[in-house]
């Protein structure tokens, strides 16, 4: 199951447009290029979206309320990750830590039913989801449950240093080929052959991961990442969050990134809805924030401002590829994701209703678009 397997010749260079299930729903990213205050930390201005551990049994019922029919936070245009519809992960899901040779991660392992459960191995496939920027397994919370269902093992993970993932206070430990590593070694740990997924900054680390070696790897999903580093007005806000990362404690950054979306709020009235603030989420950011290390953040920042294209070095790696993301994407322009998806024969999906984060906003839409992407894989 390496990088030597293909999809059918009529599923190359097609191009899926996933409608939203929710007519109604707001597109996400309408108020993206609207004016935001002159200080602000991004692509972070609000880290990004995770859920809690089981524990917060509140958060249940928010479980069964199809996020579909939820529109993305009205501040979403500061963020640039998911925040989850919920927070406690499906029954299917169990928080596990991965070994490997390189060290331990955390995860969320989602198994396809009972008998997978007992005996360790997925029915239809393994599938190892990466997050970007900020974020951390929880992004992928909704979708563990489709997936699962689907008959797919489903393992998000935090990488090094990134929420309940151990990591080392040394920059060095967060260059891009040592992240790339640990994505090979996560893979091999959970028997190769895996569908590997990254998420913005983590669809680049899964690309180097991939350029490293292919043969772990089944197939590869790009979502929500473009072919170099995010766009020009995202650079900027991104060093500004570096900067101040450099200068000040991590929990006045945490602050003064609270502030800047309480100021941009009023901004976005007229998109937002009557969604009102959960406490758990926010005390989950705040968790998550304070506990993914200052040398992840700022290494994982400057690589989003330097990245150079290799869409071209990945097109000639002969493994089945897919372009996912939503209609609008602030990170990256979606002419240029389309444009790579064209480069690397990649299918492509576009999530209708979907911004940065389709595996928040529309995480039912999204994994069947996954699904039927994997399911052509021979």
Not at 22 to 45: I, K, Q
Not at 83 to 94: H, K, V
Not at 261 to 271: F, H, K, L, M, V
Not at 279 to 286: G, I, K, M, N, R
Request: with cysteine.
């Amino acid at each position: 199951a390496g990088p030597g397997h293909s999809i059918p010749r009529r599923a190359t260079r097609r191009k899926y447009t996933v409608q939203d299930p929710c007519p109604g729903g707001h597109a996400p990213g309408t108020h993206h290029n609207r004016a935001r205050p002159a200080l602000e930390a991004a692509p972070a201005g609000r880290p990004a979206a995770g859920a809690n551990k089981p524990h917060p049994q509140s958060n249940r019922t928010q479980r069964k309320a199809h996020p579909e029919n939820n529109p993305p936070h009205p501040t979403a245009s500061l963020t640039p990750m998911s925040r989850p519809p919920f927070l406690t992960p499906p029954p299917q899901a169990q928080a596990r830590p991965l070994p490997t040779p390189r060290g331990e991660f955390a995860t969320h392992d989602a198994l396809p039913d009972a008998t997978g459960v007992a005996a360790g191995v997925a029915t239809r496939g393994t599938v190892l989801l990466v997050p970007g920027f900020t974020g951390s397994k929880e992004d992928f919370i909704a979708l563990l449950e489709p997936l699962a269902a689907a008959g797919y093992r489903a393992v998000a993970v935090d990488g090094r240093g990134q929420h309940e993932s151990a990591g080392p206070r040394e920059a060095s430990a967060y260059a891009q080929d040592e992240l790339a590593r640990d994505v090979i070694a996560q893979a091999e740990a959970l028997g190769g052959g895996v569908h590997l997924l990254g998420h913005s900054f983590g669809g680049l680390v899964c690309r180097a991961a991939v350029l490293l070696d292919a043969s772990p790897f089944r197939s590869l999903t790009i979502m929500s990442c473009g072919p170099a580093a995010i766009a020009e007005e995202q650079q900027a806000r991104t060093r500004l969050l570096l900067a101040a990362l450099g200068q000040l404690d991590k929990e006045a950054v945490w602050r003064e990134m609270q502030n800047q979306g309480q100021e941009q709020e009023p901004q976005d009235r007229e998109t937002a809805t009557t969604e009102t603030r959960d406490p758990a989420l926010e005390e989950f950011l705040h968790r998550r924030w304070t506990l993914t290390t200052t040398e992840q953040l700022l290494a994982a920042g400057h690589q989003l401002t330097v990245e150079p294209d290799r869409t071209t070095e990945l097109a000639a790696v002969p493994l089945p590829k897919h372009v996912l993301s939503g209609r609008l994407d602030y990170a990256w322009p979606v002419p240029s994701i389309d444009a790579m998806a064209k480069e690397l024969s990649a299918v492509r999906t576009v999530v209708e209703g979907a911004g940065h984060s389709p595996n928040a906003e529309r995480p039912a839409a999204t994994a069947e678009a996954l699904v039927r992407f994997w399911d052509l894989v021979i």
